[in-house]
């Protein structure tokens, strides 16, 4: 049974910080891409951060333009585990957060972030 897990969502005023963790049970994830998603009510999931296995040197991708320089996306495969750190957040941010598998369909559940004052 493998099992990805999203978790620290939560509410946060504009220009704050949440850090998101995607942690995996039952598979180890340290020769795996793992990327983050997010989809806001009413829009599409978009393709937010990658990064790659341990065997491919752990590279970081951003894949969308409005989080450059905010999002940070990385790994720590001794808690088989990744993370994405938001800072600046904006309210633009608000949406669902998940974890997947690169290749896979393995989700998490998902994680609300809502930036709001």
């Known amino acids: 049974q493998v099992r990805l897990v999203e978790s620290g969502g939560g509410l946060v005023q504009p220009g704050g910080s949440l850090r998101l963790s995607c942690a995996a049970s039952?598979?180890?994830?340290?020769?795996?891409?793992v990327s983050w998603y997010r989809q806001a009510r009413g829009k599409e999931r978009e393709l937010v951060a990658t990064i790659t296995s341990v065997t491919t040197g752990e590279r970081t991708t951003m894949h969308t333009d409005s989080v450059k320089g905010r999002f940070t996306i990385s790994r720590d495969n001794d808690k088989n585990t990744v993370y994405l750190q938001m800072n600046s957040l904006k309210p633009e941010d608000t949406a669902v957060y998940y974890c997947?598998?690169?290749?896979?369909?393995?989700w998490g559940a998902g994680t609300q972030v809502t930036v709001s004052s």
């Open positions: 039952g598979r180890s994830l340290r020769f795996n891409a």
């Open positions: 997947n598998i690169v290749g896979t369909s393995l």
